[in-house]
């Protein structure tokens, strides 16, 4: 789902730039006012977790492999919001550390993983959570079927972005991104039902967590990164298998150079531990920059 360097140009770049700052301002406006508020480490303990497990691609059908969005686990576990900032922040790190989006592209991407994501995912997955029957099954299909949509809005976006960019006509990239996705929206369901399940069970049914255990998301984090993330699916994601498809890809080089880029460190023989390392790496890095955001975001607002 991340736009590579270059894959979008032109004027595209710096308006979705300002918009996606714009959105920001007000996720971080509506979290400072929120009446309830994660903990700080709550916060950062699910930022991490949601860094480390973005890294584990999963197959699906067709030689394409997808891996979790998490728009709508953010805002289920931190509020909409935070989910909303956590995302951004998660997404810039990528960029910046690990020349995973590209720089000229993050706006782009943040607005299409976290404002749809997390921002529209959220509000839909609230929404349904009033509209559905009372009940831990019904909570948790708004939940499932909020998470596949956010995929699906955050596909339609970055579909309709290539189009505006001239990478592709809108009737060629729309279908394609959308029925690839679709399969990975199921993913997406799946691993968000499960995470809420180990990390906050209260989360099914609505509530916003407050100072709650962040022991969990954090061991997750950890364990995701140094032990499950070098066996990652290897295949293309979906953005990638479709551009490939119509040889349209236009991979290049970043920006700047980062010791980290494609989540390896460099100089460490060992792909396998470079890949370990370097998602211990983002995760304590995503962890601790969290973990700042949110302290003055938390604080208790003076009559």
């Not at 595209?12 to 979290?31: I, N, R």
């Amino acid at each position: 789902m991340h736009i590579p360097q270059n894959l979008l140009d032109g004027t595209l770049c710096p308006v979705t730039a300002v918009f996606s700052g714009l959105c920001l301002a007000g996720a971080a406006l509506a979290a400072y006012r929120s009446a309830e508020k994660p903990h700080p480490l709550r916060f950062a303990a699910v930022s991490a977790f949601l860094f480390a497990a973005q890294m584990l691609n999963f197959p699906i059908s067709s030689g394409t492999s997808g891996h979790l969005l998490g728009g709508v686990l953010a805002s289920a576990l931190l509020g909409v919001p935070f989910g909303v900032l956590a995302l951004a922040l998660v997404v810039t790190i990528q960029a910046l550390v690990f020349a995973d989006g590209g720089l000229t592209v993050l706006g782009a991407n943040i607005f299409n993983m976290a404002v749809l994501g997390a921002g529209l995912g959220g509000l839909l997955r609230l929404e349904l959570l009033k509209k559905l029957p009372a009940g831990g099954t019904w909570s948790w299909t708004a939940t499932a079927l909020a998470s596949w949509a956010a995929v699906m809005l955050a596909a339609l976006a970055c579909a309709v972005e290539l189009a505006l960019a001239g990478v592709l006509p809108l009737e060629q990239v729309v279908p394609a991104l959308l029925g690839v996705h679709a399969l990975i929206g199921v993913g997406e369901a799946l691993i968000t039902c499960a995470a809420l399940a180990l990390f906050d069970q209260s989360a099914t049914v609505g509530a916003v967590p407050a100072a709650r255990s962040f022991a969990a998301p954090t061991l997750a984090a950890v364990l995701i990164a140094l032990c499950l993330s070098p066996f990652a699916s290897p295949l293309p994601d979906g953005l990638e298998a479709v551009m490939a498809q119509y040889q349209v890809w236009r991979q290049s080089a970043p920006l700047f150079v980062t010791l980290l880029a494609d989540y390896q460190v460099a100089g460490v023989a060992s792909e396998a531990l470079s890949t370990s390392l370097a998602g211990l790496i983002g995760a304590v890095l995503t962890f601790l920059a969290a973990g700042m955001l949110a302290i003055p975001l938390t604080r208790a607002r003076t009559a």
